[in-house]
């Protein structure tokens, strides 16, 4: 299985404390599944060391935006992702 996570907000207060617990405590317990991990390009290192099961897709895109609406389904696709979890309150309109 491949799931996709949203990584973008980890350095909020709040939502980013939820999302690094989240991942960091993924990447302990799950060695089998595949992780593609949504995160802007200054967050890689925080990826890469996570495990060889996790891959970053950065993303450059401004929140919010049309362009993020329209590239991040895109990407999950090709990506072949097979869950999508965005634990902010935007979703893109397709998936």
Do not use: W
Not at 34 to 60: A, I, K, M
Request: charged fraction near 25%; glycine fraction near 6%; hydrophobic fraction near 35%.
């Amino acid at each position: 299985m491949r799931i996709s996570i949203d990584l973008r907000k980890l350095h909020d207060y709040g939502i980013g404390t939820y999302i690094r617990n989240l991942v960091i405590n993924l990447a302990r317990i799950d060695r089998d599944t595949d992780y593609v991990l949504l995160c802007r390009p200054q967050d890689n290192g925080f990826v890469e060391g996570l495990g060889e099961n996790f891959r970053s897709l950065p993303q450059t895109d401004p929140l919010y935006s049309i362009s993020e609406q329209l590239r991040i389904p895109a990407q999950l696709r090709r990506a072949k992702v097979d869950v999508f979890h965005a634990p902010h309150y935007t979703l893109p309109f397709t998936t």
